[in-house]
Each structure stands twice: as C-alpha cells, then as structure tokens.
C-alpha cells in the first residue's frame, strides 16, 4: 500500500472507529503491518497530505510508538498538525481537547509539539468563533451549554503553555474579554 492510499484508508476509518470503540481492531491492523508504520510518519511529514490523515496518523503514532515525536522536526509538524485539527471546530468534536480547565487526549498531544511553534500557531486562533460541539453526555452539558468556539480552546491551551492561571468563564462575552487581555499580553 502507498501511502496515498494509507491516508485514504485512515480518513474512511476514521477517528471514532480508530480511537473511541471498545477494541483496538482498527490500529492493531494497520500497526501490524511493518510498511504501515513507516508510512505513518510520511503522512505526518508530507504537508500536502489531508490534513484529517496527518492528524490521525499522528494520533496512531501516539498511541503505539512511546518514542513519538521523536525529532525537533516532528514536534514541528506536530504543532502545526494538531492546531489545524483545533481550527476546524476541533476536526472530530471537542471531547478530543477536554474542556477548558481540563486537557484532552489531542490537546494532552499536541503539549508535547515544540513549544515555541505551539503558542504561534495558537495565539492565531484567538479570533477563531468557530463553535467547537461535544458529543456524550457530561461533556455535551458543559461544553455545548457554555458555547465554547475554537478560540477558548486555544486560550486554554496557550495558558497551559505559558504557565498563565486560567479561569472557566460560563459566557462567551466574559471569555471574550479574558481572551483579549491575553492577547494584551502576549
């Protein structure tokens, strides 16, 4: 298999059936195929690839190989992978990057991307109104009720990065004032 083709059999799958069923079926064959893996880490490295692949070749990764990201230059592509991800109403649903005052699996990910490229690529998303939606029940309640958009994602995350206390605010009006005196001070 080429990896075109991984990337076509990742997006088909898809994070739900890859990540969030009861087995592990859907990774455990691709993983067990030894070309796979390396095809994996050339869709994380091949910028023209679907972004949904590289992300959730990424996430494959993450979940099988404890020494990924493994070089500077994939915790480069990693920020870049996983803030694309959060961009677009957080790609799969908001469950993946927590709710604001506590981290998700994506986010807890993308924290370990290089740093510095984290907090550009996020401090961008702080215009970002795009509503992020929670699916289940708890989180559901909380998140959709507070209307979180990708921007209070991103000013969580950014508070993570930079050490910065942050407060779970209910409205989105207090949140926008909050977020614009981060920008303030960034």
């Given amino acids: 298999m080429q990896v075109d083709d991984l990337s076509k059999k990742l997006i088909a799958t898809g994070y739900v059936d890859l990540f969030m069923r009861t087995n592990d079926n859907a990774i455990n064959e691709i993983w067990a195929n030894s070309n796979y893996q390396e095809e994996l880490h050339a869709i994380v490295a091949d910028d ?3 972004g ?3 992300f959730l070749a990424s ?3 993450f979940y099988k190989d404890v020494s990924f990201p493994s070089s500077e230059k994939e915790k480069e592509m990693i920020a870049k992978i996983y803030v694309d991800a959060l961009s677009n109403s ?4 908001g469950n993946i990057w927590g709710l604001p005052g506590s981290t998700g699996v994506a986010g807890e990910h993308m ?18 109104q795009q509503p ?6 708890r989180d559901a309640t909380f998140g959709n009720g507070y209307q ?12 993570i990065l930079l050490n910065l206390p942050y407060k779970v605010l209910s409205k989105p009006a ?13």
């Fill in 111 to 128: 924290l370990k991307a290089d740093k510095e490229e984290n907090i550009g690529l996020l401090k961008q998303q702080l215009n970002n």
């Fill in 174 to 186: 207090e949140r926008d004032e909050a977020i614009q005196q981060l920008k303030e001070n960034l």
């Fill in 48 to 50: 023209t690839a679907p």
């Fill in 52 to 54: 949904l692949a590289r």
């Fill in 148 to 159: 979180y958009r990708v921007k209070d994602i991103a000013a969580f995350y950014l508070g």
């Fill in 59 to 61: 996430e494959i990764l």
């Fill in 90 to 93: 957080g790609t799969i649903n």
């Fill in 132 to 137: 992020v939606l929670y699916d289940g029940s």
